[in-house]
């Protein structure tokens, strides 16, 4: 079978190349054409020796995941479907802002950690997307977005946001990472991509030693017992230990600051007392706060905060000296706001029946003055 050359970054086809008995500078040369020019016909690669043209169309491919949909909001963001085979379908995200387009990318289809206020989690986890499966998102999504202007980058920045957890998805994550920062790809800067987690404590540790990119932190609660619930890989590395990692991260991303993203849920975890609380938990870590209104879904069991709540919420954070901002809602119109993305994922773990006939939410509201 042809070896699909979007698997590689820059270190790896250069051994690739040499394999084949090619030199370095070659491999540089076909890592532009994909990346940098959007090509994926070695015929089109005007610069290289006919011999290697032929010797590639023979053992490899430029081969993306096939699109399924392509959706426009009124708002201007743009949804795509991926198939990734075997009846999974991946979501990736366009969202055009003044002067700027963020790309949201997924890193799994479906999603293993099951946090309650999430459609992906909620449909179980199939598996890890391949690097090809990662980069070939931005790929596909350059070129799709670019069709009537081609060779005009419209991505400006790459948030790795969508469905899955992209630190549980590491080994093909970091020559993803690698490409987008590469000059010879797509020569992002390392603040304008960012890698969003949970909080898997060792895989942010690893994270700062092989590409620390800007990174955000889904923290969704104040306490341990809250959070324990919300989003239950809490369990295994708690809130003090996050925070440890967290302010061992910004030693390795020296002037950076950690991205807090909070789900504002109603009368979950949006109390005065919970920012309050919030204010004394990230002390020591340089942050910004961004406060994320509950995107609802079918049988979610949660409300969105109200819009005066939030602002009384933010204005707590505010007056404790944290940047905070308040996300806007995009795309809810084709179902692409954050934790709505919901693709397509054969569920093996059987889930979704299970959280059909399970009442989701009965905390009791202990912490949280509702
Ligand atoms: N798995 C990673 C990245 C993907 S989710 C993570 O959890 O960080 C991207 C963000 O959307 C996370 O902060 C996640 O908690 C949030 N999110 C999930 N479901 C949501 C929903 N229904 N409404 C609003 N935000 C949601
Ligand atoms: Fe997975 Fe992130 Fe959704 Fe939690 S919020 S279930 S980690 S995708």
Request: glycine letters at 8%; hydrophobic letters at 45%.
């Amino acid at each position: 079978m042809a070896v699909n050359l979007l698997d590689f970054d820059a270190e790896s086809l250069t051994a690739w190349f040499a394999q084949q008995g090619e030199k370095p500078f070659r491999a540089r040369q076909v890592l532009r054409w994909i990346h940098r020019f959007g090509e994926g016909d070695f015929n089109a690669m005007s610069d290289l020796a006919r011999s290697l043209r032929e010797k590639l169309l023979t053992i490899a491919a430029v081969s993306p995941a096939p699109t399924l949909s392509d959706k426009l909001s009124a708002d201007g963001t743009r949804k795509f479907l991926f198939d990734v085979g075997n009846g999974n379908a991946v979501e990736t995200v366009f969202i055009p802002e003044e002067g700027r387009g963020t790309l949201c990318v997924s890193s799994q289809a479906g999603c293993a950690l099951d946090c309650t206020f999430c459609s992906t989690g909620r449909q179980g986890f199939n598996r890890n997307l391949t690097t090809a499966e990662i980069i070939g998102q931005l790929w596909q999504a350059n070129r799709l977005l670019s069709i009537n202007a081609p060779g005009e980058r419209v991505i400006s920045n790459v948030v790795m946001m969508g469905m899955g957890e992209p630190l549980a998805n590491f080994d093909h994550l970091i020559p993803a990472l690698r490409l987008m920062l590469d000059d010879n790809a797509y020569g992002l800067s390392r603040r304008r991509v960012t890698v969003s987690t949970s909080g898997i404590v060792p895989a942010i540790d690893r994270l700062a030693e092989a590409c620390p990119v800007a990174l955000a932190v889904s923290l969704h609660a104040p306490t341990d017992g809250l959070r324990d619930r919300l989003v239950p890989i809490n369990r295994k590395y708690p809130l003090a230990e996050l925070m440890a990692a967290c302010q061992r991260y910004l030693v390795h991303a020296p002037r950076d600051f950690i991205t807090f993203e909070y789900v504002m849920l109603d009368g979950v975890n949006d109390s005065d007392a919970d920012a309050r609380a919030l204010l004394h938990l990230v002390r020591d870590v340089p942050c910004k706060f961004n406060l994320i209104p509950f995107n609802p879904f079918p049988a979610s069991g949660f409300r969105c905060s109200t819009a005066e709540r939030m602002r009384r919420f933010a204005a707590i954070l505010l007056e404790g000296g944290l940047v905070v901002t308040t996300r806007k809602t995009r795309g809810d119109d084709i179902d692409a706001a954050c934790g709505q993305l919901a693709g397509q994922v054969l569920d093996r773990s059987r889930r979704v029946q299970r959280a059909a006939t399970i009442p989701v939410r009965n905390f009791s509201m202990s912490g949280t003055a509702a």
